[in-house]
């Protein structure tokens, strides 16, 4: 049977003992019904990871024994800094998961001119705490040991207008540059912009343009949102990264 992975938000490198989350105490004692005795791994978002034993274990609450760390390091060299355009119901969601498993480093939400999504202020600070549990969750799921982080919503003009030094880029059906053909990526890596499903407008492509985006293509075919931001980070990976 496989070990359970279990994100803990403190750090654990001084740790003997410590109690677990109450979320991650109910997946593991009342979904997974774990006793005293079976062991977890653990990781707090270092590229440690830690050999656990349950101490005690109820549908509450779960203790453990830290019995171990270990350097596990899983993060690409090449870092990705994912724009996504807000998009509908689970199609968020699923972006979100396979961007973490594909080894971006940061998601910021985005809203455009064509974004069909509205949330109040309340709704979108719920939005972002359920998109980083999903993070976290793909984390668990897929070995990496540095949860990446889901920032606030912001408008794409002012998401395109930061400052970081990476390469950035816009897809564009008409584009002269592939993925494969793209210069050296610099060490901050590249910042990818994906639009809604209704693409960006004319005025926000200009504007990409005046903040120095360039735009690259993936194929002859057009995409969906979802499948846009997956393909392009999967092709960034196989090239720059560590896919392949």
Known sequence: ???????????????????????????????LRMQAGQQLELFDGTNYIYTAVITQSSKKAVEVEILS??????????KIHLGQVISRGERMEFTIQKSVELGVNVITPLWSERCGVKLDAERMD?????????????????????????????????WCTEKDGSLKL???PRAQYSI?????????????????????????????????????????RVLRTETAALAAITALQTCFGDLG
């Open 1 to 31: 049977m496989r070990i359970p992975r279990i994100y803990h938000s403190t750090l654990l490198q001084a740790v003997k003992y410590c109690a677990l989350s109450e979320e991650a105490a109910n997946h593991v004692g009342r979904v």
């Open 180 to 220: 494969r053909t793209l210069p050296e990526i610099p060490a901050e890596g590249v910042r990818l912009l994906i639009g809604s499903e209704g693409g960006l407008s004319a005025q926000e492509i200009a504007q990409t343009e005046q903040q120095g985006f360039t735009e690259v293509l993936l194929g002859k």
């Open 170 to 172: 816009n897809l564009h």
């Open 69 to 78: 760390q270990q350097l596990d390091d899983r993060e690409s060299h090449l």
């Open 126 to 158: 719920k939005k972002i705490h359920q998109w980083q549990k999903i993070a976290i969750a793909a984390c668990e799921q897929c070995g990496r040991n540095i949860v990446p982080e889901i920032r606030p919503m912001m408008k794409l003009q002012d």
